[in-house]
């Protein structure tokens, strides 16, 4: 392949603008032209909801690069207010529509980065100027005027950025109402995971609708569309009355001043229909450099249809980081072609902060692997984020998935007030090297009292997922609830005031340190049933679980304990479990 002449990239932001920037790097003689949509080429997408909420207050700040920047640091040419319309890859020409009309670009090579757009559900009304989206900077301009202290807020999806956008607006004083299709908040977490979010959102005020979609939207007094401008204060706005109505599935209503749909995005790829460029549900179809089906054209980005590295699954990857890194090596494909290294495949690693707790995930879910046909095994932790001694100590909750033949890690969550981040990290970089969660044991991580524990969580982690692979330790899971109730004895080895705060109906309780002496008790009590053993978190269990097993019992030990019990029965929680009765 010759040295190309001119490098067209079409959209800029994390992809596009990474892709231009490591070209010329690597070239200063090459024409780069990047032609992006709106107004604004290299702008923070991911800071948006944080400009909404007050945390960033200059809307400049949202603006990492700008055209002039861009030309005068590399010399690029960058066009925004330029929309790609469709592209002829036999005559090597993209038709844009610029600000002067319509025109044919040439190009050696094409990068294709054109991002994706909000999923527009099937309800009635959507084209009410109180629906908006957070997509760009002009979006969170207009959502930030809108929002007017004391009205009611209603946003459309429980995702990351949804829950991003509903604390901000609570921040600004908004009543604020989230409503999602799914069981829970976050689709990818569990659901055990997933309940002390919900119990942090509704400590911020903010109420929480699952299990419902909504339907249709009636707006009595429609808004007029604001037009603002980042550079400058946005104008006073004054909300009208009444609001209007979010109708939901369950025949319900809820008032709006301010709709936020945030319910996914699908690959923006409509302008390369005809193109010859193959789609695979309208995400780009690349090889392992970001090579389309089309000779002289590559992709980035959220529009393009990655391989998940722990599933295999094809579907787009929303997510900066990757892109980021993609646009890089798709450069160095284009510039120095053979010795580019192979995009890696993403484990859709990310994090979101929902009030005082943050929420982390990395590999693959339960239903991913389900979905993929890879059988799995659940570890549950709740190990303190630091030395517990140390003042400020706080439990993290942690899962992870494994393989049950070889123990390779496949997923992993966590969420908890501090240290968050740095579990997640140091699993996803597991995740990326092929370790067993065995490996885990071994790593070296640092250790300070206000830090980490000597036993870190991630090495905890290990040590468990060890014993589970090794047939140490035995497990059964919150999820498996009725049939144990039915079939076997339960036996909670917590104190006795932690038993008074709630146990399982029909329980035998004897704190671990007495239970040695206590075998024929058990033994009376199971009458050759299995015995189902829990406390608190895990670690009282796990002890008693052996002095069952070695005492001859069919035994096993609660995933999680009591905690994670509880987060998965939710609301029925109080249902299900009973208050012993003292003489």
Request: contains cysteine; proline residues 7%.
């Amino acid at each position: 392949m010759t040295q190309p002449k001119r490098i067209v990239v079409v959209g800029g932001v994390a992809g596009g603008m990474s892709c231009a920037a490591r070209a010329r790097r690597l070239d200063e003689t090459a024409e780069i032209i990047v032609l992006e949509r709106g107004p604004h080429v290299s702008f923070a997408n991911c800071g948006l909801p944080y400009y909404i909420g007050g945390e960033i207050t200059d809307p400049a700040k949202l603006l990492v690069q700008t055209p002039a920047s861009l030309r005068a640091a590399l010399n690029l040419d960058v066009r925004p207010q330029h929309a790609v319309t469709g592209v002829d890859s036999s005559r090597r020409v993209v038709f844009v529509e610029g600000p002067s009309g319509p025109l044919e670009l040439s190009y050696d090579a094409l990068v294709l980065s054109p991002g994706a757009v909000a999923i527009r559900p099937p309800i009635t009304g959507l084209d009410s100027p109180r629906v908006q989206t957070v997509r760009t900077v002009d979006d969170a301009l207009t959502v930030a005027q809108l929002a007017t202290a004391g009205s009611p807020a209603v946003v459309l999806g429980a995702g990351f950025i949804g829950l991003e956008v509903a604390e901000a607006l609570a921040t600004r004083g908004l009543a604020v109402t989230v409503v999602e299709l799914a069981e829970h908040v976050l689709p990818p977490l569990e659901r055990e995971m997933a309940q002390p979010v919900e119990a942090e959102l509704a400590r911020l005020g903010i109420e929480v609708r699952t299990g419902v979609a909504a339907v249709g939207i009636e707006d009595p007094s429609p808004v007029e569309s604001v037009e603002t401008q980042p550079s400058s204060p946005v104008e006073t706005f004054e909300t009208p009355s009444p609001p209007a109505i979010v109708r939901l599935a369950d025949g319900s209503t809820l008032p709006a001043d301010l709709i936020v749909l945030s319910v996914g995005v699908r690959p923006d790829t409509d302008f390369l229909i005809g193109s010859g460029v193959a789609l695979d549900r309208a995400a780009i179809v690349v090889d392992e450099h970001g090579r389309t089906s089309v000779g002289g054209i590559w992709a980035v980005g959220d529009a393009v249809a990655s391989t998940h590295a722990v599933t295999g699954a094809n579907r787009p990857v929303a997510l900066a980081g990757p892109a980021n890194r993609a646009g890089r090596l798709v450069a160095d494909d284009i510039v120095r072609p053979g010795s580019a290294r192979p995009i890696p495949r993403p484990v859709g690693t990310a994090i979101v902060r929902v009030g005082d707790l943050a929420v982390a995930v990395t590999g693959a879910n339960s239903a991913e692997l389900t979905r993929a046909g890879r059988a799995f095994t659940t570890l549950h932790l709740h190990p303190n984020q630091h030395a517990g001694y140390f003042p400020g100590a706080q439990q993290l909750r942690l899962l992870l998935h494994v393989a049950p033949d070889d123990g390779r890690l496949l997923g992993a969550q966590a969420v908890g007030a501090d240290g968050v981040d740095k579990r997640i990290d140091v699993l996803a970089t597991a995740i990326r090297a092929g370790l067993c969660v065995g490996d885990l044991i071994d790593l070296d991580l640092a250790y300070s009292p206000p830090y980490g524990q000597a036993k870190d969580a991630v090495n905890l982690a290990g040590m468990v997922g060890s014993n589970v692979l090794d047939g140490t330790l035995r497990l059964w899971y919150a999820a498996d609830l009725d049939q144990v109730l039915a079939e076997a004895l339960v036996l909670d080895v917590r104190s006795a005031a932690e038993v008074a705060t709630g146990t399982l109906p029909g329980a035998l309780t004897i704190p671990h340190t007495e239970l040695r002496g206590r075998l024929a008790e058990v033994a009376a009590a199971a009458d050759g049933r299995p015995v189902r053993v829990f406390c608190a978190s895990g670690v009282r269990s796990a002890i008693a679980h052996r002095v069952l097993t070695q005492a001859g019992f069919d035994s096993a030990s609660l995933s999680g304990g009591m905690l994670t019990l509880r987060a998965h029965l939710g609301a029925t929680a109080d249902d299900v479990l009973v208050t012993p009765v003292t003489v």
